[in-house]
């Protein structure tokens, strides 16, 4: 088809697609009108807007007086909430595992071995009978270590299991210990030791790795196993450390003995420690955040709220891993509210997942979740998944798409819906999560602006942004479902509040007109009690102030006219890349510096990326000897700075250096821009010891960060 047919047949569908939404959904556009200010303000606890004091907190209009503590009245421990969750939805479905039924490798074109699977339906558990299981799981770790109230950690993967012996945990008040399953050997011997953990609950995959780290780890006295599709070699381990399976301790919890001394156990109260959850510790060890029943439970009050219509008609799918504080509350939420969690992984999310095998269905086809987490990695897969599709179609799918997205962009930012392109055209896109999803949520790290709309439009329901870190048990801000903007994260929820402190270093100030701007500190009853055996850094991070509990979060933001938080920059040099991984630039730099090629390097990060980019202060020395090297004019100093050939030596050499200096992949600049100007105090892009003006870089450097990541 000419390009002119296909003007011509896309004015014809714009022209029908008009014509329904004006005729066929009049109804419908009555009640879309566009958008209302949001029922957010930032007015201050009952003051009218001339009274406002720009350093006072922000709050929710639906919480001035008072901040929510709990998700339902009466509950008071996180165990009220599960046993409130049996008794109204006993034999309902709760926990669903899909079948394995075959694995095979399959050799790639680019000569690398993936192991692909084959899976069945999702086999279901009712809560009735996950409540079976809690109680056999919990009086099983009671006999195995019936000192009181013993740490028990959980370093494994997301799956059902997980969630067993987490509610397991909380029903016999034993505070629990999270590792990521990806944590390196030393920040996993950091967190067991540290918490003097006598039980690790961890899966058959991992048992070899316990195998080489148990020498290490004097404290563990029981290895617990998640079974798996094959059974691990348990030989190896020292003779004062029993290893057992999971369904041998539920075995073992159902003994009478052990349900006498369950009996006996004490139930939790608000303040006791529930979770000490370690983080990413990508600034040296891991620091475990204590989290108590009342955090938890504050958390959760605020972020159920926004979410409409959460309950037993919904269906979660949980694959990010429950050691982070957003999972772990999306789903201990979602089955307080008696909704269905499937559990999957993001190898075998989608048909596409690499474990999955050609042909067969993703996780989520078969599930078809209505409710999903994400963090930004996952969404922009996404998108770039469903763009690859559209350019490999003909001329006129593509130009159907294109004008397909414009038109509904511009008629859902003005507040309308499309039925007809909903139903025609973003159909297809929306079962690649299944068909169902009605609402998505992405956290860990910002999401691109381009990404978030795309998402909005595409999958046809609200794709918002929370904000919240494991010391606010992940609760902070989250968007409002009728809030159509991109790139912010909503007002605070109604458990907590918020404030603006003054930065000076940034020129950040609760004064700055015409949004007040500074650093997040949050407030509330989800604010931890602090770091775990680190009261230095505890003191440096939490304070009370007027009785409340605040937490300096080190990002910098902004409220908006409406009330919405903005967050625009971060205090410390610690960056969260997209995936959620964080960088320490000044580690980095220090390693980099080593390079004999270079004077000075100053590592950026955007936390919308995946990767880091580097500014380089080449040494002029090394750099002419490079270029001789490649038979490259080197008598003019200022050109070689510009010439591709020696920056892609340059970049090679430093992502070398990266790598001899044990530097994590995402770590390693991935481009770089050699600069001839050299970095002094007079320049005022150092300070006078030398240290870096981050922010005065990048202003000077800006045009040239844009370009590294275009």
Known sequence: ?????????????????????LILYVPLQVLRRPQKKLKFSNRIKGKSTLEIDPSAPYRTVDSFTELTTTPFDGCDCLDDLFVRAVELYGPTKCLGTRELISEEDEMQPTGKVFRKAVFGDYHWQTYDEVNKDVINVGSGLISLDNSTRSNICIFAETRA????????????????????????????????????????????????????????????????YFE??????????????????????QSLGSTPDSMLAWEKRKKARREDLALIMYTSGSTGMPKGVMITNHNLLSGMSGQCERVPGLGPR?????????????????????????????????????????RIKKGCKGDVSVLRPTLMTAVPLIMDRLYKAVNEKVNEGGKFQKALFNFAYEYKKDRYESGYSTPLLDRIIFKKVRKLLGGRIRMMLSGGAPLSSETQRFMNICFCCPVGQGYGLTETCGAGTIQEVTDRSTGRVGAPLQCCEVKLVNWEEGNYCSTDAPCPRGEVWLGGGNIALGY?????????????????????????????????????????????????????????????????????????????????VCLVVPNQKQIEA????????????????????VEEAVLKGLQEQGNKGKLER?????????????????????????KLRRKNIETHYLKDIIRMYA
């Open 1 to 21: 088809m000419s390009d002119v047919w296909i003007g011509v047949a896309i004015g014809i569908i714009k022209g029908i697609t008009f014509l329904c939404d």
């Open 161 to 224: 299991d997980w969630m067993v012996t987490i509610f397991a945990c909380f029903k016999a008040n034993l505070p629990v210990v999270t590792l990521y399953a990806t944590l390196g050997d030393e920040a996993v011997v950091h967190g067991i030791t540290e918490t003097d953990s006598r039980i690790v609950i961890t899966s058959s995959d991992l048992i070899d790795k316990f195998k080489k780290l148990i020498v290490g780890l004097p404290s563990v006295q029981h290895i617990v």
């Open 228 to 249: 798996g599709a094959k059974k691990p070699n348990l030989n190896g381990f020292p003779p004062g450390v029993k290893v057992h399976s999971f369904s041998s301790l």
């Open 314 to 354: 919904d269906t979660y799918v949980g694959y990010l891993p429950l050691a982070h504080i957003l999972e772990l509350s999306a789903e201990v939420s979602c089955i307080t509210h008696g909704c269905k969690i499937g559990f999957s992984s993001p190898t075998s999310l989608s048909d596409q997942s690499t």
């Open 532 to 612: 775990y055996k680190n009261p230095e850094k505890t003191a440096e991070d939490f304070h009370v102030v007027d009785g409340q509990r605040w937490f300096a979060t080190g990002d910098i933001g902004k409220i908006e006219s409406d009330g919405c938080l903005r967050i625009i920059d971060r205090k410390k040099d610690l960056v969260k890349l997209q995936a959620g991984d964080y960088v320490s630039l000044s580690k980095v730099e220090t390693t980099l510096k080593l390079c004999p090629l270079v004077d000075n390097v100053c590592l950026y990060a955007d936390s919308s990326q995946h990767y880091t």
């Open 626 to 645: 490079l270029a001789k090297k490649l038979d490259i004019p080197h008598d003019k100093w200022p050109y070689l700075c510009e010439n591709a050939q």
């Open 666 to 690: 995402f770590e390693i600049p991935q481009r770089i821009k050699m600069v001839c100007e050299v970095w002094t105090p007079d320049t005022g892009l150092v300070t006078e010891a030398f």
